[in-house]
């Protein structure tokens, strides 16, 4: 918030960009930062994986296939928790089935039908695979941050924007093209990286964190029942 809705950032001076005289322009989300940029979402995206259409053969065990339930709101990543709803596929299914690929490190994972809005990242080294109702997003980083990009989605403005975009029937779902062409504040790459430099550090010990649960959750659930 202090960066990037007050935009006291720091200057080349290392001082508060705006209090300290910074020079503003106008756009249509209001008065920005001089070379910063309102564009479309789509704008910081390099790639979108979406296997959406049909659904792959499940198989007993495998790579974990990733659906709504797996992303809970307030987490950084997603949570595999339920056993008995989980999904797999096979090695082979998961080599050749899926025609966008795979979600990679940090690519933001997207639900679009349920209950939304629901996004998170995807974790190091998961082999994880998405099909029906869930695509990521992958930035762009000449443009922007995934940091940056999660944490505007988490923003009031973003999650308005995007319920407002909602399709309601049976269950809300939302358009693709409806929430990539949500209008956003694009900051100066000079600033982007600086802000990720800061945060980095912070989301890399949560994903640590993370990981070492996985681990003990999978110790635990392999010696309970030998006790």
């Not at 564009?39 to 995206?45: A, H, M, S, V, Y």
């Not at 792959?56 to 974990?64: L, V």
């Not at 349920?114 to 695979?129: A, E, I, M, Q």
């Not at 358009?175 to 062409?181: D, N, V, Y």
Request: with cysteine; aromatic share 12%.
């Amino acid at each position: 918030k202090h960066w990037f809705v007050d935009f006291e950032f720091p200057d080349k001076d290392g001082k508060p960009y705006k209090s300290s005289g910074g020079k503003m322009v106008d756009s249509e989300l209001g008065e920005i930062p001089e070379g910063w940029m309102v564009e479309d979402f789509e704008k910081t995206i390099e790639f979108i994986v979406d296997n959406r259409g049909k659904t792959p053969p499940i198989s007993i065990a495998g790579q974990k296939l990733l659906e709504g339930f797996n992303i809970v709101n307030g987490q950084c990543f997603p949570s595999f928790d339920n056993e008995e709803k989980q999904k797999h596929v096979s090695v082979e299914t998961f080599g050749n089935w899926f025609r966008d690929g795979h979600p990679k490190h940090l690519d933001i994972l997207c639900a679009t039908v349920g209950t939304l809005p629901k996004w998170c990242f995807t974790p190091k080294n998961s082999n994880l695979c998405i099909a029906q109702n869930i695509v990521a997003f992958r930035i762009d980083n000449k443009i922007s941050s995934p940091y940056y990009i999660k944490l505007l989605f988490d923003s009031h403005y973003f999650r308005h924007e995007f319920n407002g975009r909602l399709i309601t029937a049976v269950q809300p779902s939302i358009k693709i093209g409806h929430m990539t062409s949500i209008p956003i504040i694009i900051p100066a790459i000079n600033v982007i990286k600086t802000f990720e430099k800061i945060v980095s550090g912070i989301f890399e010990k949560i994903e640590n964190n993370y990981s070492e649960i996985q681990t003990l959750t999978k110790t635990r659930d392999t010696l309970l029942p030998k006790l």
